[in-house]
């Protein structure tokens, strides 16, 4: 293990970016990390046995700032493992995950951290709203999370996050570390980050900042369009995979450190709401079919409004 050391005194904010094959993305994401104004950080830098030049580019921004702890690991451990080493090599009060290829406003750390200080302990997460961009960094939409979960009962916050959760988007906003360290941490299969986000709610409240600080890409080589081949067990097992998702998010909150009335509501919350949810989704599928062909072409007075 190679490590470049950091200053001795310990940040308020520790960052984690767990990496494999970077180099596309690399640079601009340590040039956004280090240009942010909120500056008491620690930059941690996980590569997982990269095969590419993404180590020369680590090695080159820790020579020019004592923040950036470098480590390398001699076997590609996985994604999950990755991200979970990087949580727990941090120091600092607050913890956040960034990705190798998404950016970040200049003020978004400052944003984040300010709106965990206005919060009481309750509050877990802060994390800001999100504009989606492409592969060149030209801005594609602006999103919508809608993940401000603000009420003060486990089985309603895993209710109204089981309701709207869609891209996960509040994982790479700033948490309370000591809440992260409570739960398993990132699954080590596909949307191994939503079980992480349903405990998360279950132990506190999310805050959402209003301005659009994080640009998250989406790209052709992104683990997020390409997850069956990051988590190769789940590759080899293709069949059901809301069903299976659904049985491990019921099992890690069932299986929280909280009370079993606590965990308990939570998992039914989740249950009845994630039903409905999906059978919504189901009534969507089949009207949407009555109104296309085969083709995808809108058919002739299908189902028109006012008779």
């Not at 090695?59 to 990087?86: H, Q």
């Not at 059901?240 to 019921?250: C, D, E, G, Q, S």
Request: aromatic share 12%; glycine share 6%; with cysteine.
């Amino acid at each position: 293990m190679s490590e470049t050391a950091a200053s001795q005194d310990i940040p308020r904010l520790s960052i984690g970016m767990p990496l494999y094959n970077a180099t596309r993305y690399l640079e601009a994401s340590f040039r956004s990390l280090l240009a942010q104004d909120f500056t008491d950080f620690e930059l941690i830098v996980s590569d997982n046995a990269s095969t590419d030049g993404t180590w020369e580019i680590c090695e080159r921004f820790a020579a020019t700032d004592p923040r950036i702890r470098l480590y390398r690991n001699e076997r590609n451990l996985g994604v999950a493992a990755n991200f979970n080493r990087v949580a727990r090599l941090a120091r600092g009060e607050l913890f956040k995950w960034v990705a190798y290829d998404d950016l970040m406003e200049p003020s978004f750390l400052t944003a984040c951290v300010a709106e965990l200080d206005r919060s009481d302990a309750r509050t877990l997460l802060a994390y800001p709203r999100t504009r989606l961009i492409d592969d060149t960094g030209q801005l594609v939409s602006d999103y919508e999370d809608n993940l401000d979960i603000r009420n003060r009962f486990a089985f309603r916050r895993v209710g109204v996050f089981a309701w709207r959760w869609n891209h996960c988007n509040p994982i790479y906003g700033v948490i309370r570390r000591d809440a992260l360290m409570r739960t398993g941490l990132e699954r080590p299969y596909v949307s191994g980050d939503v079980p992480l986000l349903f405990e998360l709610a279950l132990h506190g409240q999310f805050h959402e900042v209003p301005e659009r600080l994080f640009l998250r890409r989406f790209h052709a080589a992104s683990s997020r369009e390409n997850a069956e081949a990051y988590f190769h067990a789940d590759a080899r097992r293709r069949s059901f995979p809301r069903l299976r998702l659904t049985a491990r998010i019921l099992s890690v909150l069932l299986d929280a450190e909280a009370p079993v009335a606590v965990r308990w509501s939570s998992a039914a919350s989740f249950l009845s709401v994630w039903g409905l949810r999906n059978a919504r989704m189901q009534v969507g599928k089949y009207y949407r079919a009555l109104l296309v062909d085969a083709n995808g072409e809108r058919r002739p007075g299908a189902l028109r409004g006012g008779g």
